[in-house]
């Protein structure tokens, strides 16, 4: 596969999607400039112009940002040519294209991270939620209890009122009984 060199942010994403197959090696495109051009210096070529048959539509960048150029027959998939391009220079599209693999590839890491963290977090979950789940029941049954004494506490506060209520009505009858009880005495006399 060959990238087009005004796409450079499709090589990382292709050269990823066929890492894994052997079968497909990734190129960035490295010409600068479509065809032989020559220098002002130099004698006019003396090829003739058809000595190229014209790209296919298929296999031509002006026309595709990636084409698929298949395998001569007889030559190994795996000569020389690997889905890394070359060193790049300052700036280039190979540079940013290496830049962008960089990128992708510490995002790869990081949502494998995520991921990790994720699953830990889940099983941790598969482990709390049943207890929460036993803690929360154990403080309804708690809160129903504390509930039933209060209303105990209040019960025995209203009975307790009514004793203190009945002593001193009782209190009061025997120390009327008490004056009933001298003032006639005193007149017996």
């Given amino acids: 596969m060959i990238v087009a060199r005004d796409h450079p942010e499709l090589f990382p994403l292709t050269r990823r999607q066929f890492l894994e197959d052997a079968r497909v090696q990734v190129i960035l495109d490295r010409r600068q400039l479509e065809g032989r051009h020559k ?35 007889g030559v190994p998939i795996d000569t020389g040519v690997h889905s890394s391009p070359a060193p790049a220079t300052p700036g280039s599209p190979m540079e940013i294209a290496d830049g962008v693999t960089r990128v992708h590839e510490e995002i790869d890491q990081l949502c494998r991270r ?6 830990t977090g889940q099983k941790l979950l598969g482990r709390l939620a049943p207890r929460l789940v ?3 029941r154990d403080l309804e049954e708690r809160d129903n209890e504390l509930m039933r004494l209060r209303a105990e506490v209040e019960h025995l506060t209203r009975e307790r009122a009514a004793i203190a209520e009945a002593v001193g009505a009782a209190m009061r009858t025997i120390d009327r009984l008490d004056v009933l009880g001298r003032q006639a005495r005193g007149s017996d006399r």
Avoid: F, K, N
């Fill in 134 to 136: 036993e803690l929360r």
């Fill in 114 to 119: 995520l991921c990790q963290w994720v699953g």
């Fill in 39 to 73: 220098a002002a210096t130099e004698a006019p070529d003396r090829r003739s112009p058809d000595r190229r048959r014209a790209p296919d539509y298929w296999e031509d960048l002006r026309h595709h940002p990636v084409v698929l150029i298949p395998a001569a027959r």
